[in-house]
Nanobody, 126 residues
């Protein structure tokens, strides 16, 4: 079993930035493709970004977020990051990190992921 713990959420004004972190324990981090999803009340979890297992494996950002959000990972630190810039009120959500054992970064549906963190709240004020 893997445990995922997110941190870095909070309240920020529109135009500001946040960096979310997700640290993985219990399984070898480098065996996981990692992703971030966002969820607002009453809605499904929406794909935000994913990143492959190792350097050069590529990443994928949701089209609507390209240019503002980036995903990265540090396999030595067992941590994946989501850098969120120029935040907008509509980015307000609980953000979850997720892990899966496959290689593809194209998996944008939540049910394809094996492990989840507890979520971290991001609130963007106007």
């Amino acid at each position: 079993q893997a445990q995922l713990v997110e941190s870095g959420g909070g309240l920020v004004q529109a135009g500001g930035s946040l960096r979310l972190s997700c640290t993985v324990s219990g399984r070898s981090f480098s065996t996981f493709t990692m992703a971030w999803f966002g969820q607002t009340p009453g809605q499904e979890r929406d794909f935000v970004a994913s990143i492959g297992r190792v350097d050069g494996a590529g990443s994928l950002i949701a089209d609507s977020l390209k240019g503002r959000f980036t995903i990265s990972r540090d396999n030595a630190e067992n941590t994946v990051y989501l850098q969120m810039n120029n935040l907008k009120p509509e980015d307000t959500a609980v953000y979850y990190c997720a892990a899966r054992s496959g290689y593809s970064i194209q998996m944008v549906l939540p049910h394809l992921y094996d492990y989840w963190g507890q979520g971290t709240q991001v609130t963007v004020s106007s």
